[in-house]
C-alpha cells in the first residue's frame, strides 16, 4: 500500500498532471452522464406514459370487433374483475366560437372511478380535459356545445346539437387525453344515440389488489374470446412504447461513441503518465518495485477513475433532471412527446449497463497500457529514459 | 563458492552483441572498479548483476541464486533486500523531499520505516547531509545530491553495492571525496561492491581493477 501511494504521489506531482486528471475524468464524467441521461428521459418516458395511461384506463380493455356489444354478454365472465362501461362516440365541442374534434366517453361515474382511480365528478354536465378547457376558453360551470353525427334515418343523418355544463376539469398526465377527452353520463349518450341500456363498445377492467398483472391478465385471456378483444391499457400506446424500447437500446450503442471519445482523454492522461513520469516508473522498479505493484498502482488509477466518473456522472444527471424540470427553455413540447413534462428516471439495470459498459472500456486500456509496460525490461527502460 | 559467479554471460540488444561471454567471480566484502570504454558493455553487465535486466547466455549467481531463474517478484525482492544502485545522475525524485526519496526503497519493500529512519539519519549525519533532509532536491548542491544519493543506496543494508559512474557528474575534489567514502561505507556495512568508471583515477581507490573491452573481460 505505502508503494501504491508512493506512485500515486509521484503521478500526481505537478500541476499539468493533476489537472489533465481532472479534465479526462470529467470528460469521462460527462460521457457517462449524456448516456445515463438518454436512457433515463426514455425509461422516463415510458414509466410517466404508462403511470398515466393506468390512471385513466384501469388495467385491460375489452372491445369488440364487431363495435357495440351488450355488457351482459360478457360480464358473467369477469367475475372477480371491476369493470366499468364505456360508450364512446366522436364529436364536436364548440365554445367562444372555436370547437375541437374531441371523443366523447360515455361513463358509470361509480364504477369507472373505482376502475381508473380518475374521480370524476358528474352531475348532468360533462368533465373535460384541462388541455381542451383551455383551448376552448372553458372553465367551471360553462357551457359547451357538442356536435355529434347521428347515424338514424329519422334524422336524415344530420347532426345531434347538445349543450352542456362543465361540471369538472380533469387531468390525465398526457396531453393527448387532456386535449380530446369529453366524459358525460353514459345513460345521456345512450338517450342521445337511442341506445339499448347494456350498449357499450368498450370495457374497462381493474385487477385485484395485490395480483400480478401478468397472471390476471392471462386468466382473462381464457375467458375473453373472439368476437371480444383483451388489451393491457397501454395497447392504443404500444407501438410507441416498443419504438422507445428500440430506441434505447440503438442510442445506448450509438452513444459510446461519446464513451469512446472520453476514453482518448483518459488515454492521452496515461500517455502523459507514461511519457512525462516514466523515468521516475524505472527508478522504482530498480529500487524493488516488481511489475505486479506497477500493475497494481494502474488498476487503482483506473478504477478511481472509473468509480469518481461514475458518481461525478449521477451527479450531473442529478443537475440535468433538475434542469429540464425547472427551466422552460428545456422543456419538450406535449404535443409532440405525448407527456406535457418528461422527467430523468434510471433503475439498477440502467447504471448497471452504463457503468459496466464504462468499466469495459477502461478495463480495455488498462490492459494495453500493462502490456505495453510488460514489454519494457528495467535497463531497457532505465536506458532509454535516463540517457 | 564466491559471492557472485557469472560464467559465459551473453546479452545482444537486437543484433548487437554487448557482452560476448563474460566469466567473472566476487568475494562478499570485496571491492571491485569495472573500468572500460563508453559502449564496452560494463553498465550492462553492472545491470545485470543488479537483477534489472537478465542475460540471453550464461549463468549469473548471486549469493548462490540463479538469477535468471528468479520470478519478477523475486527479481523485486532482490533489488529491493540486496542491492544498493548507486547511479551517476543522482535520480532523486523531484515530488519528494530528501527524506521521503530516503525513505523510498523501505516502503516499496515494506520494511520497517522506523528503522529505516534511525539507520538513515545516522548516515546522513555522518555524511555531512543531514540539513538536506526537509529539502527538495533541486534546493541542494550536486554533492549533496550524490550523498544523498549513496545515504539511499544504503538505506537497506544492501549485501551489493552496485555503482555506475557514480562520480562521473563530480569535480575532481567532490570524486575524490564520494569514492574514498564509498569504499569505507562498503567496508563498514560488509557491502561487496562494483563500481563502474571510466576514470583510473576512481579505480585506484579500490583493490581489484577489471579491463571491459567490447563485451570481453580483458584483464
Same mark, same amino acid.
Do not use: Q, R, W
Given at each position: 500500500m505505502g508503494s501504491t501511494w508512493s506512485i500515486f504521489k509521484i503521478i500526481s506531482e505537478g500541476r499539468a498532471a493533476t489537472r489533465f486528471l481532472v479534465a479526462a475524468l470529467l470528460s469521462f464524467s460527462f460521457s457517462i452522464a449524456v448516456i445515463l441521461s438518454t436512457i433515463g428521459l426514455m425509461d422516463g418516458f415510458e414509466n410517466s406514459l404508462r403511470k398515466s395511461l393506468k390512471g385513466s384506463s384501469g388495467d385491460f380493455q375489452i372491445t369488440s370487433s364487431k363495435g357495440y356489444f351488450l355488457i351482459e354478454k360478457i360480464t358473467?365472465?369477469?367475475?372477480?374483475y371491476k369493470w366499468s362501461p364505456i360508450m364512446q362516440v366522436e364529436s364536436f365541442a364548440v365554445a367562444n366560437e372555436t370547437n375541437k374534434g374531441v371523443l366523447v366517453k360515455g361513463i358509470e361515474t361509480k364504477s369507472f372511478n373505482q376502475v381508473t382511480g380518475l374521480n370524476l365528478e358528474l352531475e348532468k354536465g360533462v368533465a373535460i380535459g384541462v388541455v381542451l378547457a383551455k383551448e376552448l376558453g372553458l372553465k367551471l360551470g360553462d357551457e359547451l356545445l357538442l356536435t355529434f353525427a347521428s347515424d338514424k334515418m329519422r334524422d336524415q343523418a344530420g347532426a345531434i346539437l347538445k349543450k352542456y355544463t362543465v361540471d369538472s376539469i380533469v387531468r390525465h398526465g398526457i396531453y393527448e387525453k387532456d386535449l380530446r377527452f369529453v366524459y358525460i353520463s353514459r345513460s345521456e349518450l345512450l338517450d342521445t344515440f337511442k341506445?339499448?341500456?347494456?350498449?357499450?363498445?368498450k370495457l374497462l377492467l381493474s385487477k385485484n389488489e395485490g395480483q400480478d398483472f401478468e397472471f390476471a391478465f392471462s386468466k382473462l385471456e381464457q375467458v375473453v374470446s373472439h368476437p371480444y378483444k383483451l388489451e393491457p391499457y397501454w395497447a392504443e400506446y404500444k407501438t410507441l412504447l416498443k419504438a422507445v424500447e428500440v430506441e434505447k437500446a440503438s442510442i445506448s450503442l450509438i452513444l459510446q461513441i461519446i464513451v469512446v471519445v472520453a476514453i482518448f482523454n483518459v488515454i492521452a492522461f496515461i500517455i502523459y503518465i507514461m511519457e512525462k513520469k516514466s523515468q521516475e516508473f524505472f527508478l522504482l522498479r530498480a529500487f524493488g518495485a516488481s511489475i505486479s505493484t506497477i500493475s497494481r498502482f494502474w488498476k487503482v488509477l483506473l478504477f478511481f477513475v472509473w468509480f469518481a466518473s461514475s458518481v461525478i456522472a449521477v451527479g450531473m444527471t442529478w443537475i440535468f433532471n433538475l434542469i429540464i424540470g425547472k427551466l422552460p427553455v428545456f422543456q419538450l413540447p406535449g404535443d409532440i412527446y405525448v407527456l406535457s413534462k418528461l422527467e430523468i428516471q434510471l433503475g439498477l439495470e440502467d447504471y448497471l449497463l452504463v457503468f459496466s459498459l464504462a468499466f469495459l472500456w477502461i478495463f480495455l486500456i488498462g490492459t494495453v497500457t500493462m502490456w505495453r509496460m510488460k514489454k519494457k525490461t528495467v535497463l531497457s527502460g532505465l536506458r532509454q529514459e535516463f540517457k | 563458492m564466491s559471492f557472485i559467479e557469472c560464467t559465459n554471460v551473453q546479452k545482444n540488444f537486437g543484433a548487437t552483441k554487448v557482452l560476448r561471454g563474460i566469466d567473472f567471480s566476487l568475494e562478499a566484502r570485496e571491492q571491485v572498479a569495472l573500468v572500460g570504454a563508453s559502449g564496452s558493455g560494463k553498465s550492462t553487465f553492472l545491470y545485470l548483476l543488479g537483477g534489472l535486466d537478465t542475460a540471453d547466455e550464461g549463468v549469473v549467481k548471486v549469493n548462490s541464486k540463479e $538469477?535468471?531463474? $528468479?520470478?519478477d517478484q523475486g527479481l523485486a525482492n532482490y533489488r529491493n533486500n540486496a542491492v544498493g544502485f548507486i547511479f551517476q545522475? /543522482?535520480? %532523486? %525524485? *523531484?515530488?519528494?523531499?530528501c527524506l521521503d526519496n530516503l525513505l523510498l526503497p523501505a516502503k516499496i519493500g515494506n520494511h520497517s520505516i522506523k528503522k529505516t529512519k534511525e539507520h538513515v539519519l545516522e548516515l546522513v549525519d555522518r555524511l555531512g547531509?543531514? /540539513?538536506? %533532509?526537509?529539502? &527538495? *532536491? &533541486? +534546493?541542494?548542491s550536486g554533492g549533496e545530491q550524490q550523498r544523498i544519493n549513496i545515504v539511499r543506496a544504503l538505506s537497506l543494508k544492501p549485501s551489493l553495492l552496485l555503482c555506475d +559512474? *557514480?562520480?562521473?557528474? $563530480?569535480d575532481s575534489k567532490n570524486s575524490e571525496l564520494v569514492s574514498s567514502t564509498l569504499s569505507e561505507l562498503a567496508k563498514d556495512y560488509n557491502s561487496a561492491m562494483i563500481v563502474v568508471t571510466h576514470d583510473n583515477n576512481v579505480a585506484s581507490h579500490f583493490p581489484r581493477k577489471i579491463v571491459i573491452e567490447d563485451g570481453r573481460i580483458i584483464s
Open positions: 358473467d365472465s369477469l367475475e372477480g341506445y339499448k341500456d347494456g350498449a357499450v363498445n | $538469477l535468471s531463474k $528468479l520470478s545522475f /543522482h535520480f %532523486l %525524485l *523531484p515530488s519528494m523531499n547531509v543531514s /540539513h538536506c %533532509l526537509k529539502k &527538495y *532536491p &533541486y +534546493e541542494i +559512474e *557514480p562520480t562521473g557528474n $563530480l
